[in-house]
């Protein structure tokens, strides 16, 4: 049972202190690998580990193929500034196979995080010293784990699976008491800048979260450039999250004169507090337009719709 400390009683000074303790008790004098996607939660981790560790930790990117454009770049640029080197390890052929041929969004984040955990991770712990990850889990994976509603990729223990036994390390899950608002807390408690802990919340699984159907390099390529638009336009709005998914339904348009039998991007942005219930955001429909211009300029894109249904039955991400 992980007991919850809510946002309000956070007292990150105390927090940040017993983390940083357990991190050094638990590496002992040997080195640990950090696993950061550039995410609120795994940044506040890095900051964490850095803390504890400095150089005895090693900070991974994982570049999977299924990231936001440009992202593995900009985290590096952004961690550098703080101090903390970041590796880049190009996992992308793996990531594509393992979700080759697979549609049923389950087997989908089973297929990412066997490729995360047991291979990619796996291969970078036995090729070091390491005998613990880092990973910025936190309660409200655990959570939606646990009731069954979705397997959210980086959660073990809970589900009665032993990280040691199955992957051959031990997963440190620091963050584990907390929801994003607290998160948001201690990683600007921890010095990020901030633009990195108020980014909006970005699903472990990335891209492949929004893709409905069977993840390809080509369907990725479609979902990026319409979530960049969405991202942008949108960064002022004030809301939880916004994110543009790909449809597996093909629907009728017209280009040139010809018809044009195309793919769907639905728009989606949340108002929240925590993400466990989530209301859409009443956008104009002035922005709305703009964003909708600029998606069918996608090639192969005929058609985008504004999701209006809330959270639940609806969930934030679209698998
Ligand atoms: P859902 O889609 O479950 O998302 O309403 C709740 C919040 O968690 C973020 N998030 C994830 N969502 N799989 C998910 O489906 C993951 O592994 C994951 N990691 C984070 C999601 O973006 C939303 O903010």
Redesign the pocket.
């Known amino acids: 049972m992980v007991t919850e400390i809510t946002a309000q009683e956070l007292n990150t000074e105390l927090f940040i202190n017993e983390k940083v303790e357990g991190i050094r008790e638990a590496v002992g004098d040997t080195t640990a690998i950090n696993a950061l996607s550039g ?1 609120v939660d795994s940044s506040a981790v890095t900051m964490l580990g850095h803390k504890a560790l400095g150089k005895r930790l090693r900070t991974i990117f994982v570049e999977n193929g299924i990231m936001r454009e440009g992202e593995a770049g900009q985290v590096v640029a952004f961690f550098k500034k703080l101090g903390v080197t970041v590796e880049v390890v190009d996992a992308r052929k793996e990531f594509f196979a393992a979700l080759s041929g697979i549609t049923d969004p389950e087997e989908k ?1 089973e297929a990412i995080t066997q490729t995360f955990y047991r291979d990619v991770f796996g291969r970078i712990v036995r090729e070091s010293a390491a005998k613990c990850l880092l990973q910025g889990t936190i309660l ?2 655990v959570d ?1 784990t646990v009731a069954g ?2 397997r ?3 959660v073990f223990e809970q589900l009665g699976i032993d990280p040691q036994k199955t992957f051959g390390y031990r997963i440190l899950e620091p963050l584990i008491q907390l929801r ?1 608002d607290g998160v948001r807390k201690v990683g600007k408690a921890l010095g990020l800048p901030v633009d990195l802990f108020n980014r909006i ?5 990335a891209l492949a ?1 929004r893709v409905i159907g069977e993840v390809t390099p080509e369907r990725i390529e479609t979902v990026r450039k319409a979530n960049l638009i969405v991202e942008r336009q949108l960064k002022d709005s004030g809301a ?2 916004y994110m543009a998914i790909l449809h597996e339904d093909r629907v009728t348009g017209m280009r040139d004169g010809r018809r044009d039998f195309g793919q769907q991007i639905e728009v989606r942005c949340w108002d929240s507090i925590d ?1 466990r219930i ?1 209301t859409p955001t009443r956008l104009s429909f002035e922005i709305l337009e703009k964003i909708a211009g600029e998606i069918i300029q996608i090639p192969g894109v005929v058609s985008v719709t504004y999701n209006i249904a809330s ?1 639940p039955p609806s ?3 679209a ?1």
């Open positions: 995410g984040r409200t994976d939606e509603i979705k959210q990729h980086n994003k919340p970005f699903p472990g699984p979260a939880f999250q993400a989530a959270k969930t934030i991400e698998i």
